[in-house]
Nanobody, 122 residues
Framework: VQLQASGGGLVQAGGSLSLSCEAS????????MAWFRQAPGKEREFVAG????????NYAGSVRGRFTISRDNAKNTMYLQMNSLKPEDTAVYYC????????????????WGQGTLVTVSS
């Protein structure tokens, strides 16, 4: 499967931004999907994950209550709605997929999009 992330940009602290990850190639619903992010000088970290059906989600503690992950299998697309953004949310955001269930470790994901930059100004 090929993944294409989009929607990044510059936003002020407290603002909102919505990311999308469009999949092509194989059946999108066969993949558990997740968002990761990587800030300059830091390791890639798990942000949120969603099960194949969309019925189960998991969030990093730092974004729980502010971010919402979802997917539309009919549109082959996953989303990340980000509200109440903070400067520490600044990072390149990546979408990723795997066949098994949601896990937080980046090496467990075999499929990756190219990343989209989110910058939150204070």
């Amino acid at each position: 499967v090929q993944l294409q992330a989009s929607g990044g940009g510059l936003v002020q602290a407290g603002g909102s931004l919505s990311l999308s990850c469009e999949a092509s190639g194989r059946t999108f619903s066969a993949y558990t999907m997740a968002w990761f992010r990587q800030a300059p000088g830091k390791e890639r970290e798990f942000v949120a994950g969603v099960s194949k059906s969309g019925g189960s989600t998991n969030y990093a503690g730092s974004v729980r209550g502010r971010f919402t992950i979802s997917r539309d299998n009919a549109k082959n697309t996953m989303y990340l709605q980000m509200n109440s953004l903070k400067p520490e949310d600044t990072a390149v955001y990546y979408c990723a997929g795997r066949f098994q269930g949601i896990v937080v470790g980046a090496p467990a994901y075999a499929y990756w999009g190219q990343g989209t930059l989110v910058t939150v100004s204070s």
